[in-house]
């Protein structure tokens, strides 16, 4: 089993910085795939940002430029570093994991940008 235990989020002004990160505590594998998806009112759930075990990621197009991505295999923890944070960023971000073909997520943190 797999915990996921998101921290970080709250209330910015437009333009401003966050940090999320997510520990990941249990049965955690050398490969898999670690990230962030969102989601905000009324809106489906949308990737935000993946990075593999080998460092390779993939950002949202909607985020590049804005946000990067990591993580910390020793902590067993993922980071979102999001920078010119715009209202429409507002949404709950989840982290996710999947390896051995399991997927799990946290249970979500809120990110609140004001214009």
């Known amino acids: 089993q797999v915990q996921l235990v998101e921290s970080g989020g709250g209330l910015v002004q437009a333009g401003g910085s966050l940090r999320l990160s997510c520990a990941a505590s249990g049965s955690i594998f050398s490969i898999n795939v670690m990230g962030w998806y969102r989601q905000a009112p009324g809106k489906q759930r949308e990737l935000v940002a993946l990075i593999t075990s080998t460092g390779r990621t993939n950002l949202a197009d909607s985020v590049k430029g804005r946000f990067t991505i990591s993580r910390d295999d ?34 979500g943190t809120q990110v609140t940008v004001s214009s």
């Open 74 to 107: 020793a902590k067993n923890t993922v980071y979102l570093q999001m920078n010119s944070l715009k209202p429409e960023d507002t949404a709950v971000y989840y982290c996710y994991l999947t390896q051995r073909n399991y997927d799990y997520w946290g249970q």
